[in-house]
């Protein structure tokens, strides 16, 4: 079945870097644009980065442009988020979703930047 499974979250004090990923199974991961979405408590569900098929082509939220980085392996049918100076508004769950003509979701990480 289809899976979607990140990893790599955890607690990091503000500046700090962390590299999430995102391990794919049961879908033709090449052909599927790759997003990262993270949803804060309280808040709606955010679009982060995105990368297209090949990887050609990637896109950001202006809150994390210069700071984050998304990439893919599709040798490892895997995505990637790697952060850099972090902040406390950071703080969210972070989730990998998959988009072609359907989408598929991931259960989530938790990032926490805090002091």
């Known amino acids: 079945q289809v899976q979607l499974v990140e990893s790599g979250g955890g607690l990091v004090q503000p500046g700090g870097s962390l590299r999430l990923s995102c391990a794919a199974s049961?879908?033709?991961?090449?052909?599927?644009?790759m997003r990262w979405y993270r949803q804060a408590p309280g808040q709606e569900r955010e679009l982060v980065a995105a990368i297209t098929s090949a990887g050609g082509s990637t896109s950001y939220a202006d809150s994390v442009r210069g700071r984050f980085t998304i990439s893919r392996d599709n040798a490892k049918n895997t995505a990637y988020l790697q952060m850099n100076s972090l902040k406390p508004e950071d703080t969210a769950v972070y989730y990998c979703n998959a988009l072609r003509l359907r989408q598929y979701w991931g259960q989530g990480t938790q990032v926490t930047v805090s002091s």
């Open positions: 049961g879908f033709t991961f090449s052909i599927y644009t």
